[in-house]
């Protein structure tokens, strides 16, 4: 069974804080990793892609993927109340399906 | 440019019934996946459709069934709909089979079956 496995939460910070959320990932033919951001009651919205080794930056949100451990991170700096959302960390392989985790709740605390 | 669009938003069905959502991708987009979303977890893959061909299913049942058409838009069809087939559904576009340039959800239907 293919899985991916986020440390379930839930998980509150301070404003202006950084999240940290976490995901590992057991098939080792996955190449391409993303995170979702889900506010209740909505849909999944993309808000990182990371296909490579290292980090990946955009604004205030950082992508980590390590192959050689088979885990992905996002650090979200800066938080904001605005943050506060479930993380979804997805990966896709050869069979080019998303591969969901439960999720991960984020709460920032103004 | 209009993003992932579904209909109905919401749906009320009686069990033993047949259902079937409707999805339009992005323009340009050529590739459509269905995924089942329960409450507290993570979407479950269903489908995957790419030019009109069926390119990927998941564990879910014959009752369970899709299709492509010409201009890329899909509909999922559920027959003898059971208690648990009660979950937000959700449409994901992209541009090929590759998922590199991401996956971009519709706003989902909600499925309710009573």
């Known amino acids: 069974q293919k899985e991916v496995e986020q440390n379930s939460g839930p998980l509150s910070v301070p404003e202006g804080a950084i999240a940290s959320l976490n995901c590992t990932y057991s098939?080792?033919?996955?190449?391409?990793f993303f995170w979702y951001r889900q506010y209740s009651g909505k849909s999944p919205e993309l808000i990182m892609s990371?296909?490579?080794?290292g980090d990946k930056e955009d604004g205030r949100f950082t992508a980590q993927l390590n192959k050689a451990s088979q885990y992905v991170s996002l650090l979200i700096r800066d938080s904001q109340p605005s943050d506060s959302a479930t993380y979804l960390c997805a990966a896709s392989g050869s069979a080019r399906q998303l591969t969901f985790g439960s999720g991960t709740q984020l709460t920032v605390l103004p | 440019d209009a993003g992932v669009t579904q209909s109905p938003t919401h749906l009320i069905k009686t069990r033993g019934q047949q259902v079937t959502l409707r999805c339009s991708p992005i323009s340009g987009h050529k590739s459509v996946s269905w995924y089942q979303q329960v409450l507290g977890q993570g979407p479950q893959f269903i489908f995957q459709?790419?030019?009109?061909?069926?390119?990927g299913r998941g564990n879910f049942p014959d009752r369970f069934s899709a299709r492509q058409f010409p201009n890329y838009s899909s509909e999922l069809n559920v027959n003898a709909l059971l208690l648990g087939d009660s979950a937000l559904y959700l449409c994901a576009s992209s541009l090929g089979l590759d998922l590199r340039q991401g996956a971009f959800f519709g706003q989902g239907t909600r499925l309710t079956v009573v």
């Open positions: 990371i296909y490579s080794n």
């Open positions: 098939d080792r033919g996955s190449q391409s």
């Open positions: 459709y790419y030019e009109k061909e069926e390119r």
